[in-house]
């Protein structure tokens, strides 16, 4: 069996990436993050413990769909707080909406950043994110550490 050469195999994860944002950003399904007051739980939740049980760079809480880019100290620490990050803005989100069950989908869509130039391309997709799905200012909330 042949081994694909590193740099096609970045670009068929970027196109792959790229495809499945795309979808997100033409905003099917419900919007309820659109409505700040549940985006704002959303938002402050990823800011919680951000300097203690991990460093947020960037993110953005989009109508539909949320970017995050941060950083954990090990892969456990991950996992842990993403399920507890689920857990706890469902739980609001859905005595908001008085409604009960799932709220965010069983998988997130994650990777390891392995370089500056990744890191440097998806600070400026998450920015630049609200822009092509064409929101305007608050049907988001956009966050970034300078």
Not at 10 to 20: K, Y
Not at 37 to 48: G, N, T, Y
Not at 64 to 75: C, M, S, T
Request: aromatic fraction near 14%; charged fraction near 30%.
């Amino acid at each position: 069996m042949h081994q694909l050469d590193a740099k096609l195999i970045q670009e068929f994860r970027l196109l792959l990436s790229d495809r499945w944002n795309d979808h997100l950003d033409e905003c099917h399904g419900a919007f309820v993050l659109r409505k700040p007051e549940l985006a704002k739980i959303v938002a402050d939740s990823l800011r919680f413990f951000d300097g203690d049980r991990y460093e947020v760079t960037d993110f953005v809480v989009m109508p539909n769909h949320v970017h995050l880019l941060v950083v954990f100290p090990d892969e456990e620490s991950l996992l842990k707080q993403c399920e507890s990050w689920k857990h706890f803005t469902a739980t609001k989100i859905n005595r908001v909406l008085r409604r009960t069950g799932r709220f965010w989908q069983y998988d997130g869509f994650d990777h390891l950043v392995r370089s500056q130039e990744q890191f440097d391309y998806l600070r400026t997709y998450i920015a630049n994110n609200p822009l092509r799905a064409k929101l305007t200012p608050g049907e988001f909330v956009h966050y970034t550490k300078v």
